[in-house]
């Protein structure tokens, strides 16, 4: 793939809101080596995703899963779900999930997967200081002091 034509995927891949043209868009651009396209038309993907409102908490709880759900199958070519966080989900909602991975005593592997992916934006954590009218201060301060842990800046004192 050529710059232009690199370039040119880019751009459509900005707007593009359906999720197979996104996958196969994905799919083509590994095949010819084009990493930075594929994770574009990954990470447009995820943000398409989420049926709940963008910009909503939610709608980023939801991103940051469909996100570490779509690099696994891919690396591991299958599919593979979060199916714990799904059932807790639907058990006691994104914000109490949310909650209970950051205040846990070490981090969930789904924070380390996606540190280790370059995708420390989706983290819960960095969902949750986003989101900060949503949790109280035990929650922020935790998810800040575990992203300082690893060399992520906060913008949070």
Request: proline share 3%; glycine share 4%.
């Given at each position: 793939?050529?710059?232009?034509?690199?370039?040119?995927?880019?751009?459509?891949?900005?707007?593009?809101?359906?999720?197979?043209?996104?996958?196969?868009?994905?799919?083509?651009?590994?095949?010819?080596?084009?990493?930075?396209?594929?994770?574009?038309?990954?990470?447009?993907?995820?943000?398409?995703?989420?049926?709940?409102?963008?910009?909503?908490?939610?709608?980023?709880?939801?991103?940051?899963?469909y996100a570490l759900e779509?690099?696994?199958?891919?690396?591991?070519?299958?599919?593979?779900?979060?199916?714990?966080?799904?059932?807790?989900?639907?058990?006691?909602?994104?914000?109490?999930?949310?909650?209970?991975?950051?205040?846990?005593?070490?981090?969930?592997?789904?924070?380390?997967?996606?540190?280790?992916?370059?995708?420390?934006?989706?983290?819960?954590?960095?969902?949750?200081?986003?989101?900060?009218?949503?949790?109280?201060?035990?929650?922020?301060?935790?998810?800040?002091?575990?992203?300082?842990?690893?060399?992520?800046?906060?913008?949070?004192?």
């Amino acid at each position: 793939m050529t710059n232009m034509a690199a370039s040119r995927a880019l751009k459509m891949i900005e707007g593009c809101v359906d999720p197979k043209s996104l996958r196969q868009i994905a799919a083509n651009a590994r095949r010819q080596g084009e990493l930075a396209v594929a994770r574009a038309a990954d990470l447009r993907l995820y943000e398409i995703l989420p049926s709940e409102k963008p910009g909503t908490f939610e709608h980023d709880v939801w991103r940051s899963i469909y996100a570490l759900e779509g690099t696994l199958s891919s690396e591991r070519e299958k599919t593979t779900r979060l199916a714990r966080t799904r059932q807790k989900i639907a058990r006691v909602g994104e914000l109490e999930t949310v909650k209970d991975l950051i205040l846990s005593a070490k981090p969930s592997e789904g924070f380390s997967m996606l540190l280790e992916r370059q995708m420390a934006e989706l983290t819960f954590e960095a969902v949750s200081l986003r989101h900060s009218e949503r949790f109280d201060d035990s929650v922020l301060h935790a998810a800040a002091t575990r992203l300082r842990s690893v060399g992520i800046e906060v913008d949070r004192s």
